[in-house]
Every structure is written in structure tokens, then in C-alpha cells.
């Protein structure tokens, strides 16, 4: 597995004269603390400490790590998150950028753990390596993914709190039985589904 160390010594050698770093990591299982170097060094903002995020990523691309190998591609947000609900897995984790063109990148995070399926996608803009302007809006979805988490104990855990905050496409958050149905879910439509639904699992 590569680790951020090695990451450095990597870039360090494969810097060029004009001052880039060239590293490809697609493919390669790195750590949790690689990812986030990799995502900090594009522009991303830390990810929250107290979280006991998975070790174990593979490197879809240079910008984008995920607990398990996806189908989906991850601008197809809405898919990306119905496919971790199918999934068997009871933890899995998508971070970082994803797109196309120039203008259509955003930055990705999906989590499910126990009672919770949460999915932020947050529109960047500009080409992959220059997406900073989202800096802040991926702080924030940091912040609400930390009190998801410090609410979980509340979630009837029969149920799972699926939420998708996009920029690009759905807004809407909904509780899934664990075997049920994603397409007849009682789905609530709001421009900011991350609030609603943790407005709602803090009030339980």
C-alpha cells in the first residue's frame, strides 16, 4: 500500500523543471492519510479528525480514493449512491475530484457507516487541478458529515438516513428501510438536503 511518505519521495522525484508534480496513483491501494494529502495539496480542505475513516482506498484516478471498486462513475452522483445502498458492504467511503471538460469537476464524498448513507457533491469549477473555489462549501459538508456522525445514536437503526446534497444534480434525503426500495423511498425534495436531513436526525 503506498503511504504518504512515499508520496512525497515520489513527487520529490518526479518533479520537472517547470516546477510540476507528476504522480499516478489510479489503480494503487493508498491509506486514508495519503488520500487526504493528495486532495489537501488540490485545494481540498482537512477532513475531520475525530472520524474513524477507512484505511484500505483504491485510487480511482490521481484525485479521486474509494473503500470499494465503484461501477459508477462519481459525477453520476445520484447512481454512485444508489450503488453504495446495494451494496453488502456495512462501511464504505468516496473522497475527492471527479468530471469532465473544464468547468463540470466537483468534489465527492460518500459515506455510509451503520444507520447513515450521506453524499455531498460540491461543484468546484475550473479545470481538475485548479478546483479550489470549493474549498469552503467542502469545509462545511466536513462539518455537517461530523454531526451526521455524532447523531447516528439516534437513527433508528432498522432504518438508513440517505441524503444526496448536490450542486450538479438531486437535493433530497429520505430514511431507507435496510432491504427497501430506493426508487419508491418517500423521497423529500429541498435545495439543501445535507441541513434538512441532519436538522432532522438532531431533533430525534
Same mark, same amino acid.
Given at each position: 500500500?503506498?503511504?504518504?511518505?512515499?508520496?512525497?519521495?515520489?513527487? =520529490?522525484?518526479?518533479? @520537472?523543471? +517547470? $516546477?510540476?508534480?507528476?504522480?499516478?496513483? #489510479?489503480?494503487?491501494? /493508498?491509506?486514508?492519510?495519503? !488520500?487526504?494529502?493528495?486532495?489537501?495539496?488540490?485545494?481540498?480542505?482537512?477532513?475531520?479528525?475525530?472520524?474513524?475513516?477507512?484505511?484500505?482506498?483504491?485510487?480511482?484516478?490521481?484525485?479521486?480514493?474509494?473503500?470499494?471498486?465503484?461501477?459508477?462513475?462519481?459525477?453520476?452522483?445520484?447512481?454512485?449512491?444508489?450503488?453504495?445502498?446495494?451494496?453488502?458492504?456495512?462501511? =464504505?467511503?468516496?473522497? @475527492?475530484? +471527479? $468530471?469532465?471538460?473544464?468547468?463540470?469537476? #466537483?468534489?465527492?464524498? /460518500?459515506?455510509?457507516?451503520? !444507520?447513515?448513507?450521506?453524499?455531498?457533491?460540491?461543484?468546484?469549477?475550473?479545470?481538475?487541478?485548479?478546483?479550489?473555489?470549493?474549498?469552503?462549501?467542502?469545509?462545511?459538508?466536513?462539518?455537517?458529515?461530523?454531526?451526521?456522525?455524532?447523531?447516528?445514536?439516534?437513527?433508528?437503526?432498522?432504518?438508513?438516513?440517505?441524503?444526496?446534497?448536490?450542486?450538479?444534480?438531486?437535493?433530497?434525503?429520505?430514511?431507507?428501510?435496510?432491504?427497501?426500495?430506493?426508487?419508491?423511498?418517500?423521497?423529500?425534495?429541498?435545495?439543501?438536503?445535507?441541513?434538512?436531513?441532519?436538522?432532522?436526525?438532531?431533533?430525534?
Amino acid at each position: 500500500m503506498t503511504d504518504a511518505t512515499e508520496i512525497e519521495l515520489v513527487a =520529490a522525484a518526479d518533479e @520537472g523543471e +517547470d $516546477g510540476d508534480i507528476e504522480v499516478d496513483l #489510479a489503480g494503487k491501494r /493508498v491509506d486514508f492519510e495519503t !488520500a487526504m494529502t493528495v486532495l489537501t495539496g488540490a485545494g481540498a480542505p482537512p477532513a475531520p479528525e475525530t472520524i474513524d475513516w477507512p484505511e484500505d482506498l483504491l485510487a480511482l484516478n490521481n484525485l479521486c480514493f474509494a473503500s470499494w471498486s465503484p461501477l459508477t462513475a462519481p459525477y453520476r452522483f445520484e447512481e454512485l449512491l444508489r450503488e453504495a445502498f446495494d451494496s453488502p458492504e456495512e462501511e =464504505a467511503l468516496l473522497i @475527492g475530484y +471527479d $468530471g469532465y471538460g473544464v468547468n463540470s469537476w #466537483a468534489f465527492h464524498l /460518500v459515506w455510509r457507516r451503520g !444507520a447513515l448513507l450521506i453524499g455531498f457533491q460540491t461543484a468546484t469549477g475550473g479545470a481538475m487541478m485548479t478546483a479550489r473555489t470549493g474549498h469552503d462549501s467542502v469545509a462545511a459538508s466536513w462539518d455537517m458529515l461530523r454531526r451526521f456522525e455524532a447523531a447516528a445514536e439516534k437513527a433508528p437503526q432498522e432504518k438508513i438516513l440517505a441524503v444526496i446534497d448536490s450542486d450538479i444534480g438531486a437535493n433530497r434525503w429520505t430514511w431507507l428501510d435496510r432491504n427497501g426500495d430506493w426508487d419508491g423511498a418517500d423521497w423529500t425534495e429541498t435545495p439543501i438536503a445535507g441541513l434538512a436531513a441532519l436538522t432532522a436526525i438532531e431533533a430525534l
